[in-house]
């Protein structure tokens, strides 16, 4: 057995082998799809790194890395549960060596966003440095079959899904799930905007400011649609065929990411979002995906599916070059002297 680490710009051939990674992963966090690294690199600027591990030459390992202030892993505000894009067939020593390998080369680096299970947990451990909580992200472990999931959610909740989604019917309300590589790009744009418009006068109506914004769309939602091949969409219908909802996200073999968009607000009394969210559960079962991902947040109509959550952490880590431990506590420090204040910050670098 031969193990080969590489360090290496996005180019074609590693751009391939980590989409070889990807499909071989037993659960690959969406937002490193091809596509969506395509993305980052185009609303950013920047060119990323994979890092990659060969086992009897055939990939097994990635992540996708960047150098800012320090190495950190490719994310992007909107996506959680980021880690090591691991084939099924990698074994605890091979991920031991892909991370003393990564480090040797890069000798700092962050992990933002990273999902608690992650094996670079252990790592920060074993490095007495620190592992910080940043959000929690609902989600919902799919059962075997909707019966079996109806026993892990609120008596309330089956009782209106029953009830919306019968006068829903009545109504003459439907729905249609697709992805998005099967639109022209034309009409992805034309959903997106009907979703950014939803979810607009939403905002408008709380008073609270939204993130879908003219710029957004198109700097970076407008790039997702375009470019990434992992995009589902979800529209809801009235009886005449009129659009009344549309929510937008991302998803692979093993998770469905719920994203955003909105719905009409005449149509509030349908709970449009709780039916969206059963009809994509539907559609999951029907794809044999295990995981509906809500992202971070803690909506109040994420909480009505579930009280299981994923924290996502930020993960520093370093080489055990003397040197490299100093530098990561100074950057830990002004990490959180952003966030936290001087104080507080200096207490938790001296812990670290």
């Known amino acids: 057995m031969s193990l080969r680490f590489s360090l290496k710009g996005n180019n074609k051939k590693t751009s391939a ?37 060969h086992k009897n030459e055939i990939p097994i390992l990635a992540l996708p890395i960047v150098k800012k202030n320090i190495w950190t892993n490719a994310n992007f505000p909107g996506w959680d549960n980021l880690d090591l894009v691991q084939s099924a067939s990698a074994l605890k020593a091979d991920v031991d060596y892909f991370w003393t390998a990564l480090l040797n080369e890069v000798k700092l680096l962050k992990l933002s966003s990273f999902s608690q299970k992650s094996t670079a947990i252990h790592l920060a451990q074993k490095q007495k440095f620190k592992i910080v909580d940043r959000r929690k992200c609902p989600y919902i472990p799919l059962k075997s079959s909707w019966e079996e999931l109806n026993q892990t959610i609120s008596k309330k909740l089956v009782r209106n899904l029953r009830q919306y989604g019968n006068k829903a019917l009545r109504d003459g309300i439907h729905y249609k799930i697709r992805e998005a590589q099967s639109i022209s790009i034309e009409e992805r744009n034309g959903l997106l905007r009907t979703a950014f418009a939803y979810h607009n006068m939403r905002m408008k109506d709380l008073n609270q400011d939204s993130k879908f914004t003219p710029e957004a769309f198109e700097s970076y939602h407008k790039s997702v649609f375009e470019l990434a091949d992992n995009v589902f969409i979800i529209e809801a219908f009235n009886a005449t065929g009129e659009n009344i909802a549309c929510f937008y996200g991302l998803f692979n073999k093993y998770r469905l990411a719920y994203f955003n968009g909105g719905f009409n607000q005449d149509y509030t009394e349908y709970s449009l979002g709780t039916l969206l969210v059963s009809e994509l559960i539907s559609f999951a079962y029907q794809e044999n995906i295990k995981v509906f991902d809500f992202l971070r947040g803690r909506e109040g109509y994420k909480l009505k599916w579930t009280d299981v959550f994923d924290w996502n952490k930020d993960i520093y880590l370093s080489n055990n070059n003397l040197f490299s431990k100093l530098k990561l506590r100074v950057y830990f420090f002004d990490d959180m002297r952003k966030r936290l204040g001087t104080k507080k910050a200096l207490k938790l670098a001296l812990a670290a």
């Open 17 to 53: 082998e980590l989409g070889e990674v990807f499909r071989n992963a037993q659960d690959p966090p969406v937002f490193y799809s091809v596509g969506m690294l395509k993305v980052l690199e185009k609303i950013s600027g920047v060119k990323l790194q994979i890092a990659l591990l």
